[in-house]
């Protein structure tokens, strides 16, 4: 929601305040402040992009990841632990971070089960992270700000059959921060690079492209990210893929898809039904690796996180993108612009 710059501003915020209480009054979730967007994100802002998780080694050797790369903040798109134990997920991030380490997360499909209570725990933790702001269905269909990041989670293709679409529009209509996260589990096809089918339709993504929000994913168990995208849903038209593989553009109109769904599960293969595909910058799986539109022959495939690094360089509209491993190696590089 646009901030209400008038003297009755803070009725209105009393209102949604009011709102919001009688709501978890209803669901039983405990309540989440009203979203006031329109900022730039704070200079140097680094997050952590994951997905597909697990518990044991290799899930904290990520967060690990993250801990030395000195992230600010996790968005975590779906498929936590994979053991339906709550307790056990929420235990492993505060073991890493800490209890209120800023860590959002979308709702995936091996969430469905104990989703009330993966749920209650992320909207506790919320609580405890200092200038965070969230409403909405949290993880389902929320609209949150964190240092002057937008991001909306969704749960399309997982919980709620309707409605996710206009809810994406309407929060990025209603917002003015310069950075736009869209933030859910599933695919469609051609947006990630192994076997998966079309699971959430393609009006989710316009929403994002239309206006002009990074779409973050995961569900395939591997890293690819796309080129610019002009005209995603249109695949004749490459979905409209334009620019460099190294320089992405984000705009009213212009986006750009990742999958970042080696959060330390299992990893899988490139699927060659793929090898067509004219809108991949960058591909990281178990059998094949193209950096930058260019195939890397050898390689070490592991387990990682996408770290995005808003306002960099003195100026609030840039940002740069690293996928790294648990190795501390390098996968991706690249930077975003928005206008």
Request: glycine share 12%; hydrophobic share 40%; net charge negative.
């Amino acid at each position: 929601m646009k901030p209400i710059w008038s003297e009755g501003r803070s009725r209105f915020v009393a209102y949604l305040a009011f709102v919001a209480a009688l709501a978890v009054v209803l669901s039983g979730v405990p309540a989440m402040r009203p979203v006031l967007g329109g900022s730039d994100v704070v200079p140097g802002l680094k997050v952590a992009f994951i997905g597909d998780q697990g518990l044991g080694p290799d899930s904290e050797a990520v967060l690990s990841l993250i801990k030395r790369e000195g992230a600010a903040m996790v968005l975590h798109s779906g498929d936590f632990d994979y053991a339906d134990n709550p307790a056990a997920w929420d235990a492993q991030i505060n073991k890493v971070l800490g209890p209120s380490f800023p860590y959002f997360v979308s709702v995936g499909n091996h969430d469905e089960q104990m989703w009330p209570e993966y749920q209650r725990l992320a909207v506790e933790r919320l609580a405890r992270v200092n200038g965070a702001q969230c409403a909405g269905d949290y993880g389902v269909q929320a609209a949150c700000t964190y240092q002057g990041l937008f991001f909306v989670l969704s749960g399309v293709g997982t919980i709620g059959r309707n409605g996710h679409a206009a809810y994406i529009s309407e929060q990025l209509a209603a917002d003015s921060s310069t950075w736009s996260i869209c933030s859910w589990h599933k695919d469609q096809h051609d947006m990630q690079v192994g076997s998966k089918h079309n699971e959430t339709g393609w009006d989710v993504y316009q929403a994002c492209q239309n206006g002009g929000a990074i779409v973050a994913t995961a569900h395939e168990h591997s890293y690819s990210r796309t080129l610019t995208l002009t005209d995603v849903g249109n695949r004749r038209a490459g979905h409209g893929a334009t620019g460099r593989p190294d320089v992405m553009e984000v705009s009213p109109g212009r986006t750009f898809v990742f999958v970042s769904g080696l959060g330390g599960d299992s990893k899988r293969d490139f699927d060659n039904r793929h090898l067509g595909d004219t809108w991949w910058a960058t591909y990281y799986t178990a059998t094949r690796y193209l950096l930058n539109g260019a195939l890397v022959p050898a390689f070490d495939y592991d387990f990682g996180a996408l770290f995005i690094t808003f306002n960099v360089d003195g100026d609030p509209r840039k940002a740069r993108g690293e996928f790294k491993n648990i190795g501390d190696q390098t996968i991706d590089m690249f930077e975003i612009h928005a206008f």
